[in-house]
Every structure is written in structure tokens, then in C-alpha cells.
């Protein structure tokens, strides 16, 4: 029998994430009642925000710039 090979998931493009939850929290428009949370569900974002925040610049920066990450 062959030797059995390991599955590799794909690496995940964080760019492209980034660039899409970034624009679709652009267009969510005020943010102040809302929490993180119920901002990833808005944005389809699988949790991201909350846990891989580092690899999302752009989105990062617009919450800061709403005030979210205050709180986060």
C-alpha cells in the first residue's frame, strides 16, 4: 500500500478577508449600538473579529474608529 499523505488545509488569504469585512462593516454606517459580536454576524466575519483581530488590519482600524475596541 502507499504511504498515506496528510491533508493540508488551504492557507486562508487574510488580505481578501480583511478587504471584505472591512467593507462590509463600511457599510453597516454607525456602529455605536452595536457589539462586536453582533457586528461579525452582520458581517458573515466566522468569528474573526474576536479571534484572529491581529490579521485584520483595515477592519481593525475601523472599529477604532467607531470607538468599538474600547469596550473590546
Do not use: C
Not at 43 to 69: C, F, I, T, W
Request: glycine letters at 6%; aromatic letters at 4%.
Amino acid at each position: 500500500m502507499p504511504k498515506q499523505i496528510k491533508a493540508v488545509a488551504p492557507s486562508k488569504d487574510w488580505e481578501k478577508e480583511d478587504l471584505r469585512i472591512a467593507e462590509s462593516i463600511r457599510n453597516l454606517g454607525d456602529l455605536s449600538s452595536m457589539s462586536i459580536t453582533e457586528i461579525g454576524r452582520l458581517v458573515n466575519d466566522h468569528g474573526y473579529l474576536r479571534s484572529k483581530l491581529s490579521e485584520l488590519p483595515r477592519s481593525a482600524l475601523l472599529l477604532a474608529e467607531q470607538g468599538m475596541l474600547n469596550n473590546f
